[in-house]
């Protein structure tokens, strides 16, 4: 320790696409398991979706993962491991908490209250998480060689881009006030909804 600062050595950090996800692999890594960040999203039953339209939000809210913290503990849950998990409101006990963690030896990751994120800039991989999970199929096939992970890791790759399209047209329609963005929106969302439903079904077949 010097000048205050404690200094912990062999912890990568490489460019991850989601924050929890980016966190979990690096904690994963320094106890000596390497998992790529799609395959943790998978694991950790990452995915899903939430619209939210709230009086206090300018517009409303697409989600497309489950709420904070949930994928750790799914992995951990699954891979049989012991997470230590501290929650405090005081900024100092929460100080001390990550001190105590680095001066022992161990990284330790922080979740902090954040405002809702966009779904093609906010830290989701792009395409409103979909990509990751496109990733955590087509991996998953390569592994086990299983014809539905394919299937299913094709139908990702064709829905992965139409989110980042929908995206497109809402951030046009704000910056321009053009209601035929929110139009072909629409359109699309309608043919995703599709599409997801097909996709589930085929990996419910597993």
Not at 36 to 62: H, I, Q
Request: glycine share 12%; hydrophobic share 40%; proline share 3%.
């Amino acid at each position: 320790m010097t000048s205050g600062r404690i200094i912990l050595e062999e912890v990568a950090f490489p460019g991850g696409q989601h924050c929890e996800t980016t966190t979990l692999g690096a904690l994963l890594r320094h106890e000596g398991l390497d998992l790529s960040e799609s395959m943790l999203f998978g694991l950790g039953e990452g995915l899903g979706f939430v619209y939210w339209d709230a009086k206090n939000l300018d517009f409303p809210f697409l989600g497309g993962r489950t709420k904070p913290a949930t994928i750790t503990r799914t992995v951990a849950a699954r891979l049989g491991l012991t997470l230590d998990v501290r929650e405090t409101a005081s900024p100092r006990k929460a100080w001390q908490n990550v001190t105590e963690a680095l001066a022992a030896g161990r990284p330790a990751g922080l979740q902090l209250p954040l405002a809702a994120s966009l779904m093609e800039r906010g830290g989701t991989g792009g395409s409103l998480f979909r990509a990751l999970y496109r990733d955590f199929l087509t991996e998953c096939a390569t592994l086990v060689g299983d014809d539905n992970l394919r299937e299913g890791g094709r139908r990702y790759a064709e829905i992965a881009p139409l989110w980042t399209e929908v995206a497109g047209h809402l951030t046009t329609a704000g910056e321009t006030g053009d209601h035929i963005h929110l139009t072909r929106a629409s359109a699309t969302l309608t043919q995703l909804a599709a599409l997801e439903r097909a996709a589930m079904q085929t990996l419910a077949a597993l």
